[in-house]
């Protein structure tokens, strides 16, 4: 599986944008994805998840209301839009997905899953 991520840029406190991440290969294998983010310095952050079938989603509590996961099966692309977005959401934001259906429980953490796209660079300005 290979993993396409798009969509970051420079944007306003307040404003609004939408990743993607286009996966390609074999996505009939793909059970949960994933987006996380990263600043210089820090480990990778949780951000949000969702079962490919069922939809199911979950959000890191930071995100929680602003920000919101889809995919789109018939294009194989997962979306993140993110609305309302603050200065400390300045970060790199990595997709990721995994063969597995991932427990909730487990959905936070980065080494379950073992495909990752290349970063797409979120800059929010005050």
């Known amino acids: 599986v290979q993993l396409q991520a798009s969509g970051g840029g420079l944007v306003q406190a307040g404003d609004s944008l939408r990743l993607s991440c286009a996966a390609s290969?074999?996505?009939?294998?793909?059970?949960?994805m994933g987006w996380f983010r990263q600043v210089p310095g820090k480990e990778r952050e949780f951000v949000a998840s969702i079962r490919w079938n069922s939809g199911t989603a979950a959000y890191a509590d930071g995100v929680k209301g602003r920000f919101t996961i889809s995919r789109d099966n018939a294009k194989n692309t997962l979306h993140l839009q993110m609305d309302s977005l603050k200065p400390e959401d300045t970060a790199v934001y990595y997709c990721?997905?995994?063969?597995?259906?991932?427990?909730?429980?487990?959905?936070?953490?980065?080494?379950?899953?073992?495909?990752w796209g290349q970063g797409t660079l979120v800059t929010v300005s005050s």
């Open positions: 990721a997905a995994d063969p597995q259906i991932i427990i909730l429980s487990s959905v936070r953490r980065a080494n379950m899953y073992d495909y």
């Open positions: 290969g074999r996505t009939s294998s793909i059970y949960t």
